[in-house]
């Protein structure tokens, strides 16, 4: 039996979890190698980078279904199911997709939409199409991993690794320009990058860790913006690890105030 693509493996991997244990990555490769009647010949089928093709890509439906909600990381290559995915379990789909997933989770009224395997993909287009969609899905999943990282720790955490992140993106210039300053009553800065060494032109930052589904709106951008007022600051960066309301986006390119808006939230391809 030929290699399943990886949308084909999600929903068995789903169902694996279902157990509500925690499964590592081996075991649901070895779960597809047996569901399937996989071959030897099939389990040593290598991918262009010399990895297993089985374990490649049951490893990105692993990555999908963390993506959507589905599965959460309890551990390096560990996997647990969440509330989302024992939701979508109990709809009883006979598939799972990525254009299911990334509607309205409708999982159990929409079996009849086109599944775009990733060999579908391949043979629809050019070489370069392909390698640069392969490049964004690498990029999503790093992001992805970064983002775990992000949650995994305290919001303090998130504001230092801004102010060190935008100083090795070249903002300050010397040593010591950075600092995390991110309190209560901080009135909205998190930190602050001095762009000369006296501090008379200075970048205020804010750093926001929410979660994945939520939306930074016009009226955090407004507290920002007279938190800076507060300091006779006419720039700043606001970051969040979420994503922007389109009036918070309006709302800033209407002002004399100098916001940078900063989601790291990256939706899927599709």
């Given at each position: 039996?030929?290699i399943p693509d990886?949308?084909t493996?999600?929903?068995p ?18 779960m597809?190698?047996?569901?399937f009647?996989l071959t030897d ?6 991918n ?7 374990y ?5 439906a692993t ?9 959460s ?16 379990l109990?709809t009883?789909?006979t598939?799972l ?6 509607g309205?989770?409708?999982t159990?009224?929409t079996?009849?939409q086109?599944?775009?395997t ?6 629809e ?9 392969l ?9 992805d991993?970064?983002?775990d ?11 230092k690794l ?19 300053t ?16 006296l ?8 750093a ?7 939306t ?7 507290r920002?913006?007279?938190?800076l ?29 100098k ?8 939706p899927?391809?599709?």
């Amino acid at each position: 039996m030929a290699i399943p693509d990886f949308q084909t493996i999600m929903l068995p991997v789903l169902s694996l979890l279902g157990d509500r244990a925690d499964h590592s990555l081996s075991e649901c490769v070895e779960m597809i190698e047996n569901k399937f009647n996989l071959t030897d010949e099939d389990k040593s089928v290598v991918n262009e980078s010399g990895q297993r093709t089985v374990y490649n890509r049951t490893a990105w439906a692993t990555t999908y279904l963390k993506r959507f909600g589905l599965l959460s990381s309890v551990g390096r290559g560990r996997y647990t199911i969440t509330e989302k995915g024992l939701e979508v379990l109990s709809t009883q789909p006979t598939k799972l997709t990525k254009k299911m997933l990334t509607g309205n989770n409708n999982t159990g009224t929409t079996h009849q939409q086109t599944v775009e395997t990733d060999e579908d993909f391949i043979s629809e287009h050019s070489p370069d199409e392909t390698i640069g969609v392969l490049i964004e899905e690498l990029n999503i999943q790093l992001a992805d991993d970064v983002l775990d990282l992000i949650y995994a720790n305290s919001p303090a955490f998130f504001e230092k690794l801004v102010v060190d992140l935008l100083l090795k993106m070249g903002y300050g210039g010397f040593e010591g320009a950075g600092q995390a300053t991110g309190q209560t009553g901080d009135g909205g800065i998190d930190g602050v990058i001095k762009q000369d060494i006296l501090g008379l032109d200075s970048i205020y930052i804010q750093a926001k860790r929410w979660d994945r589904d939520a939306t930074v709106g016009r009226p955090e951008i407004q507290r920002f913006v007279g938190a800076l007022a507060g300091r006779n600051a006419n720039k700043g960066i606001f970051i969040t690890s979420s994503k922007f309301s389109s009036t918070a986006i309006d709302y800033v390119k209407n002002i004399t105030t100098k916001i940078v808006l900063i989601g790291l939230f990256v939706p899927s391809r599709g």
